[in-house]
């Protein structure tokens, strides 16, 4: 297993702001500290996949739930309305497959990977796939979707503004103008929108991998044909 401080995804996407470091940063915790804090997967009754932890001083305590945001493109300040969502690792995966279904029955696939170099990720592309033909490889690369922090994915519509994210911290994060049909679904999983949630991206945390998960990554790109 890797760990990686986090330095921030590169595909678009919505302003998050961390929270600034301490003027004095507190003493590290020993070693079995660390590792018992790294160990830990559950907060309430929200538990987390294995590809990402908080900081020890947890700046954020992981929770389920969804709020609006948008991306602004900074040449021409067009906005994009978002959903972003944090959602417990058992109903992560199906969550994102509902997602997709509003994207109608054909869609373009982009997979990012940060295996080789945090600051030179590989971005991967398949135009044209079979939604459903999608979501029946995509189960079969849960492990890799779900529990390596070094894997990202992307799925839109080949015409319209729709957009459905998996990022590598494990966020569901939608682009549309209209946000409703995914609000939807959200509720319907249980997820409940909260304007003041603060995801694990905005605090100091850590990203996991392992060696099969660059294995996996690579099989499920050729099975996509994504290049």
Not at 76 to 88: D, E, K, L, Q
Request: with cysteine.
């Amino acid at each position: 297993m890797r760990f990686a401080n986090d330095s921030g995804s590169t595909l678009p996407g919505p302003v998050l702001r961390a929270i600034p470091a301490p003027q004095e940063q507190p003493v590290a915790p020993d070693q079995a500290t660390m590792e018992a804090h790294l160990a830990r997967s559950r907060y309430g009754r929200f538990t987390l996949t294995e590809a990402v932890r908080p900081g020890w001083q947890l700046d954020v305590v992981p929770q389920a739930g969804f709020r609006h945001d948008a991306y602004v493109d900074p040449r021409t300040g067009a906005r994009m309305p978002a959903v972003i969502a944090a959602v417990s690792s058992e109903d992560l995966f199906a969550t994102f497959l509902d997602l997709l279904e509003p994207l109608g029955d054909s869609c373009d696939v982009v997979l990012e990977s940060a295996h080789d170099s945090t600051a030179n990720r590989r971005e991967l592309t398949r135009e044209g796939v079979e939604r459903l033909v999608l979501e029946s490889m995509l189960w079969e690369y849960e492990d890799l979707l779900l529990n390596d922090g070094c894997t990202s994915i992307a799925v839109m519509h080949p015409e319209l503004s729709l957009e459905v994210q998996l990022d590598e911290h494990k966020l569901l994060v939608v682009y549309a103008q209209t946000r409703l049909p995914f609000e939807r679904i959200l509720k319907d999983r249980g997820i409940e929108r909260n304007d003041r949630i603060r995801f694990i991206s905005q605090g100091e945390h850590l990203h996991t991998s392992h060696a099969r998960h660059t294995r996996q990554f690579e099989e499920l790109a050729g099975r996509l044909g994504a290049t």
